[in-house]
């Protein structure tokens, strides 16, 4: 069942002007209910004003955007309550902390919803929880926390709205490895805790190819490619003549099958890699 | 792109575009000297045409310029409205109750229009639609220099708008974007009483000012490690060039202008007092 469904979608920044672009041509896009969904692209191939349209903050030029069936433009007055059903964290989230204390800021979202106290301070628990933020540091000030932290903080506090879909459009960006772990780990942790809905927009095949259950491959405004994560990476060839690529890994197996070597299925993660790589070595 | 697509700034590729910043900040003057030259029905006419021709040559489209007369609206419809009402003089058209109109008033109204008219348009064509910024900012310091006698810090002035300028799309798509995701936390910034938009504006003011004070100090690091001292000594990237066709323009201007004051020597039509 479709979660999200985009039907003809067109985006035309700053229409009318010399600097009229189109980010959106003719997309159409169903995200399943449940998985985890991966949006890859280059930088501009119209990712991030995608993403935007899911919750509502930008309205598209045409076309419609279907979140369980109906349109959120249908009444344009309660597009907030489409917020807080999709939340989006957008790029460099640590960038929009404001409050005093961390755990204010992460019951920013909650406060907006009009939920009682009790139940916000329950949530800004749980949330930190899930990001993994330890209890001491809510009462510091967002601003004292390292960057992986803020990060996480920021994270918190769309995850503590408790939306039907999260939205994340490069969560990892600009994060040390260690940092990008913990925010993977963050990921898998709120799908078992929550089992709902994730979109992740990313750069790095090697994140999509961990947690990803399906991915969108964008290319200058359209869907260039989609299907699951096996099928997406199984077209190296196609994925590479756009520029993009397959994850390291899926890359060093697919030469070796190219030198002679027999493998039957491609693995896109090294944990899959591993016992295949073993079997071969015997 | 977005250092270029705020302000008015139009681009094309035009006469007047490929003018030399310098020049078109004394033409823009001296369009404003010639404006106030004009004193009778001739030389309005011939104003009004002159800002026809400079719109023609200039490449911007009609809709673009009359959003810079937006904002003047209320101020065109008042001194209109005072001339019409307030000016007395010898022919009276209308009466009714205290109210009079005379044939000078309306004459002087319908020249007072088009002095503010074309005033906007004619600087904004020479200034802000055919030239960036930053470019202004350049001819401004190349015109001011010689100040630096005085010891006026003429340099630094223009350094502080160009960087004041140059931050101005950054900074407006860095509240944008924190605007966007506080909304995406479900922030309201539309409705409600005054005090509550007020209150609303804290989640999106401190992110921002936090982010404008740390690009500054990235910005006066990054511009000390590449020595920057000031303005002695330094060299421009882009060195202006003066070339014919800025000073035709320059004398075509002043020829105008002397049209004008010739035009009301001989003095044609209706005067204006």
């Known amino acids: 069942m479709a979660k999200i469904r985009l039907e003809k979608i067109n985006y035309v920044y700053s229409p009318g002007t010399p600097f009229e672009t189109r980010a959106l041509r003719d997309v159409d896009l169903e995200i399943k209910e449940g998985i985890v969904t991966g949006i890859i692209g280059h930088t501009g191939s119209g990712k991030s004003t995608m993403v935007m349209l899911l919750n509502g903050l930008e309205k598209p030029t045409s076309g419609r955007v279907l979140l369980d069936g109906v349109d959120i433009w249908e009444k344009p007055k309660e597009i907030s309550k489409v917020r807080f059903r999709v939340g989006l964290v957008m790029q460099y989230p640590e960038y929009q902390l404001f409050e005093e204390t961390v755990a204010k800021d992460i019951a920013f979202g909650p406060r907006n919803m009009g939920l009682s106290e009790e139940e916000i301070a329950a949530r800004v628990r749980e949330a930190a929880g899930i990001v993994g933020l330890a209890p001491e540091l809510l009462e510091k000030s967002p601003f004292e926390l390292s960057g992986g932290e803020k990060r996480r903080a920021a994270i918190a506090g769309i995850i503590a709205m408790k939306p039907e879909v999260l939205v994340l459009d490069e969560p990892a960006a600009g994060l040390d490895p260690a940092g990008r772990e913990r925010i993977l780990a963050t990921i898998r942790k709120y799908r078992e805790q929550t089992g709902g809905t994730v979109i992740i927009v990313s750069h790095s095949m090697e994140d999509m190819a961990e947690i990803c259950d399906e991915i969108v491959v964008m290319l200058e405004g359209s869907i260039f490619m989609s299907g699951s994560t096996a099928e997406v990476f199984s077209k190296a060839g196609e994925l590479r003549r756009i520029g993009l690529d397959v994850p390291e890994i899926t890359g060093l197996m697919l030469k070796l099958r190219d030198m002679g070597v027999e493998i039957d299925t491609i693995p896109y993660t090294v944990s899959d890699a591993v016992p295949k790589l073993m079997k071969l070595l015997k | ?273």
């Open chain 2, 1 to 273: 792109m977005n250092n270029i697509s705020f302000g008015q700034y139009y681009p094309a590729d035009s006469l007047i575009h490929s003018l030399d910043a310098r020049f078109k900040v004394i033409c823009a003057f001296l369009y404003i000297v010639c404006s106030f030259l004009c004193k009778n029905i001739l030389s309005f006419a011939a104003l009004l045409a002159s800002a026809v021709i400079l719109v023609a040559v200039s490449g911007i489209p009609m809709r673009i310029l009359l959003r810079a007369l937006r904002p003047i609206i209320f101020i065109l419809l008042f001194t209109v409205v005072i001339n019409m009402f307030w000016t007395t003089g010898e022919t009276l058209l209308f009466s009714w109750w205290k109210i009079r109109v005379y044939y000078e008033g309306i004459m002087n109204a319908l020249f007072i229009a088009v002095r503010i008219v074309v005033l906007i348009i004619g600087t904004s064509i020479f200034m802000t639609y055919t030239t960036t910024p930053i470019a202004l900012t350049d001819a401004l310091e190349s015109l001011l220099s010689p100040l630096k006698v005085v010891k006026a810090p003429v340099h630094e002035f223009a350094m502080m708008i160009t960087i004041a300028l140059r931050f101005i799309p950054t900074l407006t798509e860095e509240t944008n974007r924190i605007m966007a995701a506080q909304k995406a936390r479900g922030a309201d910034f539309t409705s409600g009483s005054v005090f509550k938009r007020a209150r609303a504006l804290i989640p999106v003011l401190v992110p921002l000012f936090v982010s404008a004070f740390r690009r500054a100090d990235e910005l006066a690091t990054a511009m000390e490690c590449r020595c920057y001292h000031g303005g002695e000594g330094r060299t421009r990237l882009n060195v202006p060039h003066c070339r014919p066709r800025d000073f035709v323009m320059l004398f075509v201007i002043i020829a105008f202008g002397a049209g004008l004051i010739l035009i009301n020597i001989y003095g044609v039509g209706y005067t204006m007092k």
